[in-house]
């Protein structure tokens, strides 16, 4: 399954460009780079300036760039951090659940 702005919060997050937008630690936002990491409450964003960030997700609201094959730009697509709050390995496991509803 290819990501886009409809499944992304059940995709693969390793390897997107993410913009930090808005955080509840201030000193967090505006962060932009590549998501190199990711555990159930933390993403990992390596920027080009500041090395490898950790980023809780809860409190955090993100911007993903998802690569789009159809079109010359990406897609922006903005997501609330509690939404990502999961292993990221079962967030395909609840795409299937909602799917069977």
Request: aromatic share 2%.
């Amino acid at each position: 399954m290819e990501a886009s702005a409809s499944n992304l919060i059940f995709h693969e997050l390793i390897g997107l460009v993410t913009e930090i937008i808005e955080s509840t630690n201030p000193t967090l936002n505006n962060i932009k780079g590549r998501v190199v990491d990711e555990t159930r409450n933390m993403l990992v964003i390596e920027t080009e300036d500041m090395g490898e960030k950790m980023v809780p997700k809860k409190g955090t609201i993100f911007i993903f760039h998802v690569p789009s094959h159809s079109a010359d730009q990406d897609q922006r697509v903005i997501i609330d951090g509690k939404l990502l709050l999961s292993q990221p390995e079962n967030r395909i496991k609840n795409l299937k659940k909602i799917r069977m509803r």
